[in-house]
């Protein structure tokens, strides 16, 4: 691995799109409740599965699943040919404790790779139909809680990932569309056994207990579109 190209990094982040800012709003419910669904949507369809494209390089991007955000949900707006699926997250991807939960501005495009697709994401979709079932956020909590229990959400895949490099990407209000970067997904706490934690430790990375996974990032020094990416936070 080129060492210009890519460093690991660890980001205080309950979720996959939450990002620096979260938690010096930690405490702080700066959207206390859902807006109406029409700011979350992209009144445009080739806009957002463009923006959802982006979330990785062209070679990846062009033959993947493309999934947009609907009024009854995510559906497949473009059929894909090499396994990955690309779609653009809103803002209760993140954890139900964050304080940006229902945040409208937020977009984050992501490409999942087909083990993640199939176990990972599957819970991000849950949680969509959830909310726009109207439910609050401890129900939401709740039930994707259930779910992992009886199985109703597949366990994680081995290998599982996810390409975020879109320069387009709305994080949240502080970190905007932060870094480009890839995430790397496993079952349970790891802090221990990567030692993560450690002092000086390179390996650093984000446990999210609510869908009880660990999250390694790896920065990469360019946007999917081959631009360079800020080699430093905002």
């Known amino acids: ?17 939450a990002l620096p800012g979260a938690i010096a709003q930690a405490g702080k419910d700066a959207y206390p409740a859902m807006a109406p669904l029409d700011q979350y949507l992209l009144s445009d369809e080739k806009s957002e599965i463009a923006l959802a494209r982006s979330a990785a390089p062209s070679s990846i991007s062009d033959g993947a699943e493309v999934m947009v955000l609907r009024r009854d949900g995510y559906e497949t707006a473009v059929k894909g040919t090499n396994g990955f699926v690309c779609l653009v997250e809103r803002s209760w991807g993140q954890g139900t404790d964050e304080a940006e939960f229902w945040n409208p501005k937020m977009r984050a495009p992501h490409c999942f790779n087909a083990q993640a697709a199939k176990s990972f994401a599957q819970i991000y979709l849950m949680k969509t139909r959830l909310v726009l079932a109207g439910k609050s956020k401890p129900e939401i909590a ?5 779910a992992l229990e009886t199985k109703e959400l597949p366990a994680l895949e081995p290998g599982a990932m996810a390409y975020m490099m879109s320069k387009q990407q709305y994080l949240n209000d502080q970190g905007k569309n932060w870094r480009s970067h890839t995430m790397f997904f496993s079952p349970g706490d790891m802090t ?9 430790s390179p390996v650093m990375m984000v446990n999210d207990p609510q869908e009880r ?3 390694l990032l790896v920065l ?4 999917s579109d081959g631009t360079a990416s800020p080699s430093h936070h905002p």
Do not use: H, Y
């Not at 691995?1 to 799109?17: D, E, G, Q, S, Y």
């Open 220 to 223: 990469a020094d360019k946007w």
């Open 142 to 146: 709740k039930a994707v809680a259930t």
């Open 213 to 215: 996974v660990t999250i």
């Open 192 to 200: 221990k056994s990567w030692a993560a934690d450690d002092p000086n």
């Open 1 to 17: 691995m080129r060492k210009n190209l890519v460093k690991i990094v660890a980001l205080a982040f309950a979720l996959l799109i």
